[in-house]
């Protein structure tokens, strides 16, 4: 993230970290709570990335000090939530033809206007300082439809930022997309002037951008890896043998007849990850699929030798990561900084 003014930073640079569950914020709370992240008067921000349902708005207030939201029953719940000269900060979202959560541009500044009124009536104070208001617009694309943010998105967002701060009476932030914005920026191209904060993940994590999964300049493409113990290995044919149906997926996986084939079974599967997102770090090594539990590879041509008890690894695309995250199975091993 950009910083939008000098202030406590995470370790990394950070400039504020977001997320889209309140039980991820938990977590990060009781983090600072240790002492990381800056001190208890100058803490860096948690931006709550999916508005809460009303009834855990509540919990909502109490973990992040923002939140992108384009919901005004929502809104109106945030309102109740804080407490007497308890900041919160709304950014409402406009949605640019991504087609997910968003206001959508024609709405603005009228929109805005009626959420600064409804949170203020429902917080019983006018003053925006001491209850959640309007701190700014954010934008979001390449998530749900893939569409590409230009220069022209980041323009109208401006644009729209700036009228809807005239009719509210004070400047607002504008948080203009996430890693698939990082793109204008590698192709030289300036982004207009007044952006306040890109909420990049993937790029960071992963080093790739997001619409093409291209590498960034600069960026580790292996800041992640997952592995995952061989139990089994074993030669057998590569086209199933019998009438085919659906997998437990209700896919139907297409098999290419390469002739008997040398296989490994490794004890992970789509409960941990997506077998689409792997990419083996040896090469030889060919993922053909997965189930629940299992995870298929061929090693014909793996020129070293394999042994059952050995880890083999891999790179992980958005959806592995996001996948593996999440499972409560997979061990997450810090193993050290990368330092130049």
Request: net charge negative; with cysteine.
């Amino acid at each position: 993230m950009t910083p939008r003014s000098p202030g406590p930073s995470w370790p990394g640079g950070a400039a504020g970290l977001a997320d889209s569950r309140l039980s991820n914020l938990r977590r990060l709370q009781a983090l600072r709570g240790a002492g990381a992240g800056g001190t208890a008067d100058r803490r860096v921000p948690f931006l709550l990335l999916r508005e809460p349902s009303p009834a855990d708005a509540p919990a909502a207030v109490a973990l992040s000090d923002g939140v992108l939201c384009a919901s005004l029953e929502v809104a109106e719940s945030l309102a109740r939530a804080t407490g007497p000269d308890r900041p919160y900060e709304v950014l409402l979202t406009v949605d640019f033809g991504d087609l997910r959560e968003g206001l959508l541009p024609e709405e603005l500044p009228d929109a805005a206007v009626e959420f600064e009124e409804r949170m203020a009536r429902a917080a019983g104070r006018s003053d925006p300082s001491r209850r959640a208001h309007v701190a700014g617009l954010a934008a979001n694309m390449a998530c749900f439809s893939g569409v590409v943010p230009t220069p022209a998105h980041l323009e109208h967002l401006l644009i729209l930022a700036r009228e809807t701060g005239e009719r509210l009476g004070r400047p607002l932030r504008v948080s203009a997309g996430n890693t698939a914005v990082l793109p204008l920026l590698v192709r030289g191209e300036r982004l207009p002037e007044g952006l306040h904060d890109l909420r990049v993940g993937e790029g960071i994590v992963l080093g790739r951008d997001s619409l093409r999964r291209e590498p960034l300049p600069g960026c580790h493409l292996d800041a992640v890896t997952f592995w995952a113990r061989v139990i089994e290995i074993r030669r057998k044919p590569s086209a199933p043998v019998g009438e085919l149906a659906e997998d437990a997926f209700g896919h139907r996986p297409v098999f290419v007849d390469r002739g008997p084939r040398l296989r490994a079974v490794v004890a992970a599967g789509r409960q941990d990850i997506v077998p689409e997102g792997l990419k083996p770090l040896a090469g030889g090594i060919e993922v053909v699929g997965a189930t629940s539990d299992h995870l298929v590879l061929d090693i014909e041509d793996y020129p070293g030798r394999l042994s059952v008890g050995e880890e083999v690894g891999f790179l992980v695309n958005y959806a592995c990561l996001l996948q593996a995250s999440t499972s409560p199975d997979v061990v997450k091993v810090h193993v050290g900084d990368v330092r130049e």
